[in-house]
């Protein structure tokens, strides 16, 4: 099975950008569906982002749209989220998740994930 490790989670001012990285070790993740995911204190779990196993597909959640971009280095094995004009409510916990599967569609609701890392902290002040 695959391991997932996020990085890149820290405290920025609004309006500026943040690059998390998800590293994938144990397996590669070309036939994994990817996921990015968020969890603010108090509320529940929320799909950000995904691109599919065979990375010619991404979709977002609304609230992102436009401003966040996932991607995914083969090479490298690991997936980002490159996160522009942040906002006060991106502040969460942000989740990489993976799906494994080679059925094109879309994974937008977070409890359809398989595995998970263990989340890095992005705090977005006013």
């Known amino acids: 099975q695959v391991q997932l490790v996020e990085s890149g989670g820290t405290l920025v001012q609004a309006g500026g950008s943040l690059r998390l990285s998800c590293a994938a070790s144990?397996?590669?993740?070309?036939?994994?569906?990817m996921g990015w995911v968020r969890q603010a204190p108090g509320k529940e779990r929320e799909f950000v982002a995904g691109l599919s196993w065979s990375g010619r597909s991404t979709y977002y959640a609304d609230s992102v749209k436009g401003r966040f971009t996932i991607s995914r280095d083969n090479a490298k094995n690991t997936v980002y989220l490159q996160m522009n004009r942040l906002k006060p409510e991106d502040t969460a916990v942000y989740y990489c998740?993976?799906?494994?599967?080679?059925?094109?569609?879309?994974?937008?609701?977070?409890?359809?994930?398989?595995?998970w890392g263990q989340g890095t902290q992005v705090t977005v002040s006013s």
């Open positions: 144990g397996r590669s993740l070309g036939s994994y569906a």
């Open positions: 998740a993976a799906k494994s599967t080679t059925i094109a569609r879309r994974y937008s609701l977070w409890n359809e994930y398989d595995y």
